[in-house]
């Protein structure tokens, strides 16, 4: 049965086989509907296997090897992308209608579905970055697919962004394999062997490499300006795509180094462990900031998704039970929170043409039930209880102040507090303006495409329910990871 842990792999194809398929959109939607349902039904059976079912794909080298491997942070993130990319797609069968060449949009979008789930399922240091390098060729033409001026710049920054932050990357895993025992095989609690004092600063070095250059996936500073550029010139689904879940290909690369390659014992209480917290915090108050001053909402949003992609790292950089599981609380439900805000600014492109935060006063009129789905979401992002994000944030609150650094302990959590007030105000502020505007003539609900109402709705329901279910994924975490902490 290992061979179904390369199931991703049928889905590259039929990604391949869509690009050149010249097919009426009906048929190609099916197709697209179809494959992400298998991705979703594969990951789910996945899970209840036992972990550590792997395969050897081929080996570059004696010790280098392409695997792949099954464990519980693998479950969850294949999982997490399949559903997501399912509801996507759904909102994309009508959002698509005002887009042309379909085939390679849907093209992109299975070819990176397929990239990320590999990435998902790597069993060593090589096959993780190839896979996060495959990640990135194939979702850069979802940035360009507009073809216009200003997305083929978009997306050209993107590229280089994540290359550069690749091949920073690529020091740690580089040191990672040479200093294992087992050729970089991940195993939690770390496999580094042969450490010496006159070694391990240079190991250091490499891991901090390995933490900036990975974080700039995720938006983190200083190679975080590549977001605000690619997410509002993309289409929307697309954007969902990127700010919810490609960008979390730099959280998983990080936390494989970390607690799957070279170990927590490295880094716990050096100057790595400390540079990197600063670089985090900058980027939270970075991002809260800046997103107040953004007039396009997906510009808004994509400055929001830098400061809350950087409480995921925030919670592993704390080298703690608790900030370990805030963070995973966190990737599940900034996934749904972002991903939702911007399938709702697709919406409001694809049937009002609106692009800026100012055109929305009324909205909650005219479209009242993605209205109160944006107005949900935003609660949800700022941390409102019983949303998973109440949760996430408070564990990784926790993790912060449990982390036994000196100044930022606490520091980390008034800065986690300053944050969610910057998010109410950049977010609840369109809310207000959408359902008490100050000129209420001519405003009347107008039909909402029920492809695209309905995603939303499942998407408000599950951030909901990561809160229901928190201390149930808290135990199983702790019960699984918390040994290699």
């Not at 694809?350 to 909205?363: A, F, L, R």
């Not at 926790?398 to 000196?406: A, E, R």
Request: hydrophobic letters at 55%; charged letters at 10%.
């Amino acid at each position: 049965m290992n061979i179904l842990v390369l199931f991703p792999l049928v889905i590259v194809v039929l990604g391949i086989v869509l690009y050149f398929l010249k097919s009426k959109k009906k048929v190609l939607d099916i197709l697209l509907i179809i494959t992400t349902s298998i991705s979703l039904i594969f990951s789910l059976i996945l899970c209840f296997f036992d972990n550590n079912l792997k395969i050897e794909l081929f080996r570059i080298t004696t010790e280098l090897i392409v695997l792949f491997k099954l464990d519980l942070i693998s479950k969850i993130f294949i999982v997490l992308f399949s559903f997501i990319w399912l509801l996507v797609s759904i909102f994309s069968l009508k959002y698509m209608d005002k887009e042309e060449n379909v085939n390679k949009f849907y093209s992109y979008t299975l070819l990176t579905l397929g990239c990320i789930v590999l990435l998902s399922l790597s069993g060593n240091l090589i096959t993780m970055y190839l896979m996060f390098e495959m990640v990135t060729l194939a979702s850069m033409p979802l940035v360009m697919h507009s073809k216009t001026k200003e997305s083929k710049k978009a997306a050209l920054k993107y590229l280089f962004y994540s290359l550069g932050g690749a091949f920073l990357g690529l020091i740690s895993v580089v040191i990672g394999i040479l200093y294992s025992s087992n050729g970089g095989e991940f195993i939690l609690g770390g496999s580094l062997v042969a450490l010496s004092s006159s070694n391990k600063i240079a190991i250091q070095i490499a891991l901090l490499c390995g933490l900036i250059g990975f974080g700039a996936k995720c938006g983190a500073f200083p190679l975080q300006s590549w977001l605000p550029s690619a997410h509002p010139v993309a289409p929307s689904p697309a954007s969902s795509l990127l700010s919810g879940v490609i960008t979390k290909a730099g959280v998983i690369a990080i936390i494989r180094i970390i607690f799957y390659s070279f170990g927590t014992s490295i880094i716990a209480g050096s100057f790595v462990q400390y540079t990197w917290e600063v670089l985090l915090l900058i980027t939270i108050l970075l991002g809260s900031s800046l997103a107040l001053f953004q007039k396009n909402i997906k510009r808004r949003l994509a400055y929001s998704s830098i400061s809350q992609l950087s409480y995921i790292l925030l919670g592993i950089s704390s080298l703690t039970e608790e900030g370990f599981c805030g963070s995973i609380l966190h990737v599940l439900s900034h996934a749904f929170i972002k991903v939702g805000l911007f399938l709702i600014a697709g919406f409001l492109i694809y049937q009002y043409d609106i692009h800026n935060v100012d055109e929305m006063e009324g909205m909650g009129k005219k479209a009242p039930i993605s209205m109160w789905c944006f107005t949900l979401f935003s609660l949800a992002l700022v941390g409102v209880p019983p949303f998973g994000s109440f949760f996430s944030k408070w564990y990784i609150a926790l993790g912060s102040i449990n982390s036994g650094l000196n100044f930022f302990n606490y520091f980390g959590a008034v800065v986690l507090l300053i944050s969610a007030i910057l998010t109410a105000c950049y977010l609840l502020s369109i809310s207000i303006k959408a359902f008490f505007p100050k000129n209420k003539e001519g405003l009347k609900r107008e039909k909402e495409p029920l492809l695209m109402v309905i995603p939303l709705i499942i998407l408000v329901s599950s951030v909901f329910l990561v809160g229901i279910f928190s201390s149930y994924l808290v135990d199983l975490l702790i019960s699984v990871i918390g040994g290699g902490l």
